[in-house]
């Protein structure tokens, strides 16, 4: 079954940093982009930021300027350094794999995984 388990949340001053990473276990032949959403208390779910195996980038008008997304494919990681932090940042974030193909139980698989989400809380 694949995994992926982030870390790296936990509460932060506003204006500060720091870095999410999202590791990728099982028997995984392959990952067309993986990613990063969030989930603020009391609103749906939101993409952050995405990334492809060949290494292209996409983000969210919000955090553009703040945030890298980043991925090992050899270690099958995807990072996301995350600058400037304000209070909108607050949420829980929640590394995704698009189109990931798996043996998983048994039989070859393509779907999307997701993390357990890791808190990223931004005090003042």
């Known amino acids: 079954q694949v995994q992926l388990v982030e870390s790296g949340g936990g509460l932060v001053q506003a204006g500060g940093s720091t870095r999410l990473s999202c590791v990728a276990s099982?028997?995984?032949?392959?990952?067309?982009?993986m990613g990063w959403y969030r989930q603020a208390p009391g609103k749906e779910r939101e993409l952050v930021a995405t990334?492809?195996?060949?290494?292209?980038?996409t983000y969210s008008i919000s955090v553009k300027d703040r945030f890298t997304i980043s991925r090992d494919n050899a270690k099958i990681t995807v990072y996301l350094q995350m600058n400037s932090l304000n209070a909108e940042d607050t949420a829980v974030y929640y590394c995704?794999?698009?189109?990931?193909?798996?043996?998983?139980?048994?039989?070859?698989?393509?779907?999307?995984?997701w993390g357990q989400g890791t808190q990223v809380t931004v005090s003042s």
């Open positions: 995704n794999a698009d189109d990931a193909l798996a043996y998983d139980n048994g039989r070859y698989m393509m779907r999307d995984y």
């Open positions: 099982g028997s995984i032949v392959s990952i067309n982009a």
């Open positions: 990334i492809s195996s060949g290494g292209s980038t």
